[in-house]
T-cell receptor, first 115, second 117 residues
Framework: AQSVTQPDIHITVSEGASLELRCNYS??????LFWYVQSPGQGLQLLLK??????LVQGIKGFEAEFKRSQSSFNLRKPSVHWSDAAEYFC?????????????FGAGTRLFVKA | NAGVTQTPKFQVLKTGQSMTLQCAQD?????MSWYRQDPGMGLRLIHY???????DQGEVPNGYNVSRSTTEDFPLRLLSAAPSQTSVYFC????????????????FGPGTRLLVL
């Protein structure tokens, strides 16, 4: 069965500093991987996704993620964090099952941004 | 374009009461799903539907019922609310799944915050 682990419950970075959020997955086949962001009181918004091809994926808001099969990881990065990036970030893996697919989410990492 | 809408935004129930959480999408998506979000647990899939008339269980289906009579609507019913169902509920939808494609982007509604006393 697939699973997603986000090792960091919360991370604090200074505005302008670089960011890396970790995500490890467990899945027997080629995974479909996602990063979503949730601002307070809001639903989830897709940042980026990986299905195949180039292992470095560019997303919205200046985010990127790199798929590393050997490490079963899909870490999210941003070179310079803005105060508006403070939110909760969810990594997810999508997998086929009978009649459709299921998306399994990690527990989330809350990002705090210091001025 | 409204996207995915959910009503109500907030609800307080007493143990044993029933209610229906509404979800509608106007994007002609065939795939719809319900998640619950609890602190430290991410989102867990309750039920999902791959099209009108077709539903299936997710990870945590107990205590919830769903039906899909139209493409647009996917209501979630709590028949007898329990305090353990206190949570934030999200509905999501995505385009039709075709063979070989397992990971379409999901579009989420704003959520319904439910408190069961």
């Amino acid at each position: 069965a697939q699973s997603v682990t986000q090792p960091d419950i919360h991370i604090t970075v200074s505005e302008g500093a670089s960011l890396e959020l970790r995500c490890n997955y467990s899945y027997g086949a080629t995974p479909y991987l996602f990063w979503y962001v949730q601002s307070p009181g809001q639903g989830l918004q897709l940042l980026l996704k990986y299905f195949s091809g180039d292992t470095l994926v560019q997303g919205i808001k200046g985010f990127e993620a790199e798929f590393k099969r050997s490490q079963s990881s899909f870490n999210l990065r941003k070179p310079s964090v803005h105060w508006s990036d403070a939110a909760e970030y969810f990594c997810a893996v999508g997998a086929r099952n009978t009649g459709g697919f299921k998306t399994i989410f990690g527990a989330g990492t809350r990002l705090f941004v210091k001025a | 374009n409204a996207g995915v809408t959910q009503t109500p935004k907030f609800q307080v129930l007493k143990t044993g009461q029933s209610m229906t959480l509404q979800c509608a999408q106007d994007m002609n998506h065939e795939y719809m799903s319900w998640y619950r979000q609890d602190p430290g647990m991410g989102l867990r899939l309750i039920h999902y539907s791959v099209g009108a008339g077709i539903t299936d269980q997710g990870e945590v289906p107990n205590g919830y019922n769903v039906s899909r009579s139209t493409t647009e609507d996917f209501p979630l019913r709590l028949l007898s609310a329990a305090p353990s169902q206190t949570s934030v509920y999200f509905c999501a939808s995505s385009i039709a799944l075709t063979s070989g494609r397992a990971g379409e982007t999901q579009y989420f509604g704003p959520g319904t915050r439910l408190l069961v006393l």
